[in-house]
């Protein structure tokens, strides 16, 4: 009989799980999506998207996975087999299976280019580190100028990133992420905290609040639903598979969807502490909002006017960088999971293979800014345009898929069981509205955002 890993306990899901959605997406691309599209309105239209879509097509992936007991590919092969068509050769069940199959392959291209910005964050967390010792301090015009000119620095670092994870998720679930992502989350929340409490202490605090939280609307574009919509996938891991797979490790007395809830609640909560560290120090700077490198280049300002700046700088990127290395391990571990549920792949092959393919992928965005910063795609450098394709495009419509084929395919016991295990809850009323979100408004808003960018293509040219 195939052995399947659970999590000794509940905490050992929420780590995970909270691990995996709490990374990049919330420190580097949240301030810079925001910036991008003119502040206020997009955080409200996030926050609003995250809860009322995120979160029930979050519960739909734990679900497809608790259930099954598989990985995305496997799950949505074991649930057509017993699922309302079970017997009967199931109409469309190729697309389905090409669902899983996107969702694998998006988490590889996505692995692959987060692999680089992990990077950016090493070569940062290594120049503080640096710093210390140095009567010059830390010098940030510098260290972003290093990485921009050296597009090998940025593919060693990379590689770096990708060996790291493989060798922690060749060791197994419970070994490779359980321990250490508890204590790291809880020392970067009281370091964030610290740190926002610093930058709205700065002179134009007040204008960074109203930027953040006024919600001008007339600021937003077509293009705004499609982003946020992407970015709330993004930032809640959804539309990877991710979710299916750490669903499939969890006990089956875990309640789904306050699991699901909280997730989102912790993740953007840290959204929100990331926008109010960063904007501060951007008006206050006068750095251009929007582009991938406003991180890098707003917050090693902070540290540099600070006291005590290079200690705070070393352990801020050090904590963001072990967040995506947790990121990084939980799209790893899909990939590795879905080969070994699927094909019977070993574990350490499957890790080596993955590995060397997301190596690959990196090498192109790690070029962009050096060797290839001539090249552009629809009018942005390469590391941009495949993070607005694989996040404004191919997630939502995964998640598309996913809304339909948990609606369609899934039987209705199944999902209703697992909102029975509520004690605080009155759970008809929330499985009534859970279902109508995953069948009716979640794809309706996921078609019309696309839509909406599909005409902006238009109007562009
Ligand atoms: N949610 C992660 C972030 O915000 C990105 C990610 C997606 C990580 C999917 C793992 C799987 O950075």
Redesign the pocket.
């Known amino acids: 009989m195939k052995f399947r890993a659970n999590w000794n306990t509940r905490f050992g899901f929420y780590f995970a799980a909270i691990g ?7 420190l580097w ?1 949240f301030p810079y999506i925001v910036g991008e599209n003119g502040g206020g309105a997009f955080v409200l239209l996030y926050f609003f998207l995250a809860f009322f879509i995120g979160v029930p097509i979050l519960i739909a992936e734990l679900i497809l996975g608790k259930s099954t007991q598989q990985s995305i590919i496997g799950a949505i092969k074991a649930t057509l087999g017993t699922g309302r068509g079970a017997g009967r050769e199931t109409r469309f069940k190729n697309v389905w299976l090409g669902l899983g199959k996107l969702a694998v392959a998006t ?1 590889l291209f ?1 692995l692959g280019y ?1 692999a680089v910005i992990s990077g950016w964050v090493l070569h940062f967390f290594m120049q503080f580190l640096v710093s210390l010792f140095d009567s010059q301090g830390f010098q940030s015009n510098q260290a972003l100028a290093t990485l921009r000119q050296s597009g090998g620095l940025q593919v060693a670092l990379a590689s770096v990133h990708i060996l790291l994870a493989i060798v922690i998720v060749m060791k197994g679930v419970q070994n490779g992420i359980e321990k250490w992502v508890g204590y790291l989350m809880s020392g970067f929340a009281v370091l964030l905290i610290m740190l926002v409490a610093k930058s709205l202490s700065l002179p134009q605090a007040g204008e960074a609040l109203r930027f953040l939280l006024y919600p001008d609307f007339s600021k937003l574009t077509i293009n705004s639903l499609g982003q946020a919509l992407g970015h709330v996938f ?4 959804i539309g ?1 598979g ?1 979710m299916v797979t750490f669903g499939s490790y969890m006990r089956h007395d875990s309640y789904v969807p306050e699991a699901g809830l909280r997730v989102a609640a912790m993740d953007t909560s840290i959204s929100l502490l990331s926008g109010l560290l960063i904007f501060p120090i951007l008006i206050s700077a006068s750095v251009a909002t929007g582009g991938p490198d406003v991180l890098f280049q707003t917050l090693p300002r902070l540290f540099e006017a600070t006291a005590g700046g290079a200690l705070f700088g070393t352990a801020f990127f050090l904590c963001l960088y072990l967040s995506a290395l947790g ?1 990084s391990i ?2 790893l571990e899909v990939i590795v999971s879905n080969l070994g549920d699927r094909w019977g792949v070993s574990r350490s092959k499957a890790c080596w293979a993955v590995g060397f393919l997301a190596f690959s992928i990196a090498i192109l965005p790690a070029l962009s800014s050096s060797a290839l910063s001539q090249l552009h795609l629809g009018g942005r450098g390469v590391l941009q345009a495949l993070d607005a394709f694989l996040i404004n495009w191919i997630l939502p419509l995964v998640a598309l898929g996913l809304c339909l084929f948990v609606s369609g395919q899934v039987p209705p016991q199944t999902k209703e069981k697992e909102f029975h295990l509520s004690r605080k809850f009155d759970y008809v009323e929330l499985f009534g509205n859970w279902r109508m979100v995953v069948r009716w408004v979640g794809p309706a808003v996921i078609v019309v955002a696309l839509g909406l960018q599909l005409i902006g293509l238009f109007l562009k040219n």
Do not use: D, K, M, P
């Not at 995996?20 to 919330?26: D, I, K, Q, V």
């Not at 993004?234 to 891991?237: E, P």
């Open positions: 995996s959605a709490f990374g990049l997406g919330n691309r988490s996505v987060y993004f930032t809640l891991s990877f991710v990121a939980g799209l």
